[in-house]
């Protein structure tokens, strides 16, 4: 029986704090790991452990929006340790997690915060996260 690609991202996103990686998307639809990866870049043109870092960065960024959380407390609601998930935050999105909320908050104007283009980090992160050719992809 095959496995559609929407059900594997809804099961990442519905546990997002449980899964640490592809193998725990497929203990739970019971299935090889390598086999899922191969069905999964093939259909969304993404390999799974990117869409579920992707999945984790945007849960993040929304509950930095949305709430007032501290960054330990998001980091944790995505399954990740604080060091762990503000390095990634970092390197991806391109500015810490506070100087994101921040920026999208106006706190950053009312602080006298710096002028980052925020189109040219939403940029990079959508750049991150977008599909790419299969062949990009060692089992494309």
Not at 13 to 24: F, H, P, S, T
């Given at each position: ?29 019971n299935v ?20 579920i ?8 960024k ?25 390095k990634?935050f ?22 006298g ?13 959508n ?9 990009d992809?060692?089992?494309?």
């Amino acid at each position: 029986m095959p496995i559609e690609s929407d059900a594997i991202k809804e099961i990442v996103r519905a546990n997002l704090k449980d899964i640490g990686g592809v193998e725990d998307v497929a203990k739970r639809l019971n299935v090889p790991a390598d086999t899922l990866r191969k069905r999964f870049v093939r259909k969304e043109r993404m390999p799974l452990s990117r869409f579920i870092l992707c999945e984790k960065i945007e849960r993040i960024k929304l509950q930095l929006l949305e709430t007032e959380e501290k960054c330990l407390t998001i980091c944790l609601d995505v399954g990740w340790r604080e060091d762990v998930g503000a390095k990634i935050f970092k390197r991806i999105v391109g500015m810490t997690m506070m100087e994101y909320r921040d920026h999208h908050t106006g706190m950053d104007k009312i602080a006298g915060g710096g002028n980052r283009d925020l189109r040219d980090l939403s940029a990079r992160v959508n750049l991150y996260c977008q599909p790419k050719k299969p062949s990009d992809f060692c089992c494309g």
